[in-house]
Nanobody, 119 residues
Framework: QVQLVEVGGGLVQDGGSLRLSCAAS????????MAWFRQAPGKEREFVAV????????NYTDSVKGRFTVFRDNVENTVYLQMNSLTPEDTAVFYC????????????WGPGPQVTVSS
Protein backbone atom coordinates (compact mmCIF):
# COMPACT_ATOMS: atom_id res chain seq x y z
CA GLN A 1 0.00 0.00 0.00
CA VAL A 2 0.99 3.63 -0.32
CA GLN A 3 3.00 5.10 2.51
CA LEU A 4 4.23 8.63 3.05
CA VAL A 5 6.77 8.96 5.84
CA GLU A 6 7.77 12.43 6.95
CA VAL A 7 10.92 13.31 8.83
CA GLY A 8 12.32 16.58 10.12
CA GLY A 9 9.86 18.35 12.37
CA GLY A 10 10.87 19.87 15.67
CA LEU A 11 11.44 23.03 17.65
CA VAL A 12 13.28 25.99 16.16
CA GLN A 13 13.75 29.61 17.16
CA ASP A 14 12.22 32.58 15.38
CA GLY A 15 14.23 33.21 12.21
CA GLY A 16 15.59 29.68 12.08
CA SER A 17 15.40 26.97 9.44
CA LEU A 18 14.15 23.42 9.15
CA ARG A 19 14.00 20.90 6.35
CA LEU A 20 11.17 18.39 6.13
CA SER A 21 11.38 15.28 3.99
CA CYS A 22 8.67 12.89 2.86
CA ALA A 23 9.59 9.48 1.50
CA ALA A 24 6.92 7.81 -0.62
CA SER A 25 6.48 4.11 -1.32
CA UNK A 26 3.84 2.01 -3.03
CA UNK A 27 3.22 4.45 -5.88
CA UNK A 28 4.85 5.54 -9.13
CA UNK A 29 6.36 8.66 -7.67
CA UNK A 30 7.12 10.47 -10.93
CA UNK A 31 3.39 10.51 -11.78
CA UNK A 32 2.36 12.30 -8.60
CA UNK A 33 2.18 15.91 -7.56
CA MET A 34 3.71 16.04 -4.09
CA ALA A 35 2.48 18.73 -1.76
CA TRP A 36 2.84 20.06 1.74
CA PHE A 37 -0.09 21.26 3.81
CA ARG A 38 -0.15 22.54 7.37
CA GLN A 39 -2.62 22.94 10.16
CA ALA A 40 -2.05 25.41 12.96
CA PRO A 41 -3.85 25.11 16.30
CA GLY A 42 -7.47 26.17 15.95
CA LYS A 43 -7.18 26.72 12.19
CA GLU A 44 -8.16 24.92 9.02
CA ARG A 45 -5.59 22.88 7.15
CA GLU A 46 -4.03 24.98 4.42
CA PHE A 47 -1.97 24.38 1.31
CA VAL A 48 1.69 25.35 1.61
CA ALA A 49 3.55 24.21 -1.49
CA VAL A 50 3.54 21.63 -4.27
CA UNK A 51 6.23 20.06 -6.43
CA UNK A 52 4.56 19.18 -9.70
CA UNK A 53 4.98 15.82 -11.37
CA UNK A 54 6.33 17.97 -14.18
CA UNK A 55 9.85 18.51 -13.08
CA UNK A 56 11.01 21.97 -11.97
CA UNK A 57 7.49 23.32 -11.46
CA UNK A 58 6.50 24.38 -7.97
CA ASN A 59 3.79 26.54 -6.45
CA TYR A 60 3.50 28.19 -3.05
CA THR A 61 0.98 29.91 -0.90
CA ASP A 62 1.72 33.62 -0.67
CA SER A 63 2.72 33.59 3.00
CA VAL A 64 5.72 31.32 2.37
CA LYS A 65 6.97 32.62 -0.96
CA GLY A 66 10.62 33.59 -0.76
CA ARG A 67 11.09 31.65 2.50
CA PHE A 68 10.14 28.06 1.68
CA THR A 69 11.39 25.87 -1.16
CA VAL A 70 9.81 22.60 -2.23
CA PHE A 71 11.79 20.15 -4.33
CA ARG A 72 11.71 16.49 -5.20
CA ASP A 73 14.06 13.63 -5.94
CA ASN A 74 12.45 11.17 -8.32
CA VAL A 75 15.25 8.66 -7.77
CA GLU A 76 14.84 8.60 -3.99
CA ASN A 77 11.02 9.03 -4.23
CA THR A 78 11.26 11.86 -1.76
CA VAL A 79 9.91 15.39 -1.58
CA TYR A 80 11.46 18.06 0.60
CA LEU A 81 10.37 21.34 2.12
CA GLN A 82 13.17 23.69 3.05
CA MET A 83 11.85 26.31 5.43
CA ASN A 84 13.88 29.43 6.15
CA SER A 85 13.16 32.59 8.13
CA LEU A 86 10.60 30.76 10.21
CA THR A 87 8.27 32.75 12.43
CA PRO A 88 5.94 31.69 15.25
CA GLU A 89 3.07 31.99 12.74
CA ASP A 90 4.55 28.99 10.93
CA THR A 91 3.93 26.76 13.95
CA ALA A 92 1.75 23.88 12.73
CA VAL A 93 1.52 20.22 11.94
CA PHE A 94 2.90 19.79 8.43
CA TYR A 95 1.46 17.08 6.19
CA CYS A 96 2.90 15.56 3.05
CA UNK A 97 0.28 14.64 0.44
CA UNK A 98 0.26 12.93 -2.96
CA UNK A 99 -2.06 13.60 -5.89
CA UNK A 100 -1.91 11.64 -9.13
CA UNK A 101 -1.30 13.87 -12.14
CA UNK A 102 -4.71 12.90 -13.58
CA UNK A 103 -6.60 13.53 -10.35
CA UNK A 104 -7.85 16.63 -8.57
CA UNK A 105 -7.79 14.98 -5.13
CA UNK A 106 -4.95 14.32 -2.74
CA UNK A 107 -5.60 10.68 -1.92
CA UNK A 108 -2.55 9.91 0.18
CA TRP A 109 -1.37 11.68 3.31
CA GLY A 110 1.43 11.33 5.77
CA PRO A 111 0.90 11.47 9.56
CA GLY A 112 2.39 14.93 9.87
CA PRO A 113 5.39 16.14 11.90
CA GLN A 114 4.97 19.03 14.33
CA VAL A 115 6.91 22.20 13.61
CA THR A 116 7.12 24.66 16.49
CA VAL A 117 8.75 28.07 16.13
CA SER A 118 9.51 29.79 19.41
CA SER A 119 9.67 33.57 19.74
Amino acid sequence: QVQLVEVGGGLVQDGGSLRLSCAASGLTFKNYNMAWFRQAPGKEREFVAVASWRRDIANYTDSVKGRFTVFRDNVENTVYLQMNSLTPEDTAVFYCAARHRLSSVYHFWGPGPQVTVSS
